[in-house]
């Protein structure tokens, strides 16, 4: 019964069901377009040296943490407009007895149109973050001497690596001022012992201040827009969990905004139906502004077209039965990116 009125009107809104080509003619969708934030976020892990409780006593040291701490912050973000099926636009064209009917048509996987006669806009694949190498901590018990390693404790040892700590200071100011007796003559070796002498020194006060190592992980989050809104939390993040739902009070909130400009590349216009038959509709976008806060801090507003806010255009069917005629939309707001016709065919 469905194609059996769409085929008297040549095409109108279907119910959804099954995209591609029937007997009659093409049941496809448009899309809508949803925007992808790309999250880079930074897990944070410190470790506590082994003489950790010892650093106020013998280096002066104070609000050393004596706890494992794991913290996590959002260190880049990106946009990324995508295009995902809409289930309100879903719509069959009659193309049997026209010359449409033997058009190459080009359908997502989910149904959405993609091209007549052409082929369809490439869509570039994402390209995963991927995280560089991670560096190899020292292990400062290499650089132990043989009387802090055969102390008999804890606190015997943290003692005997502070003297040791305080030997390479004192070596060091020797070769600045040239009281060493093995000073070399050459700079660039001097330069060397001296670089050699503050990487051992702050490898051993690890001991005391701990480690801290950093992992980034990214993490993905679609958002679809339907109205204009106004500080919406889209998500939050967690300093000590991470990225949590964005009804999780423990999180520091994101907020969007959607301010519709009601602006579009085209001016609507009402067609007669008898123009309509063997023709295409395909979607005019309209701008509109997303402006980003993170809980009251200002981050940016973005210019996007989205298909939502805008309408729906028909291309008529005339373009497709007198010419062979190429058109490919844009995969993520479904208007057309290009229409041309082979007018000598």
Partial sequence: MLLCSTIAMAQQQASPMKPGRTAEGIIYYLPKTAIEFNLLIEKKTYTPGQFAKYGEKYLRLTNINLEEEVTY???????TQIGIIDTTKCYYVKTKGGKCENAEF?????????????EPETVKPRVPFKPGPKPQL????????????SAGSTAKMAELTVEQIIELQERRQALITGEAEDIPQDEQQLQLMIDEIDKQREILLTLFTGTTTRDTLEQMLVVCPEKEVEREVIFRLSKKVGLVDKDDLSGTPYYMSIEDT???????YDIDEKKKEGGFYVNVPALIKLTLHRDNHFIG??????AQFGFVELRSGSLFKRYVTHMTLNPTTGSVDKIHADMGK
Avoid: C, W
Wanted: glycine fraction near 4%; hydrophobic fraction near 35%.
């Fill in 301 to 306: 507003t973005f210019p996007l077209y989205a």
């Fill in 138 to 149: 020292p292990d400062p018990k290499q650089y132990l001497n043989a009387e802090v390693l």
């Fill in 73 to 79: 912050s959002i260190v880049n973000y990106g946009l």
């Fill in 106 to 118: 080009h359908l997502t996987e989910d149904g959405v149109l993609q091209s007549i006669n052409a």
């Fill in 262 to 268: 009601h602006r579009t590349t085209f001016q609507k």
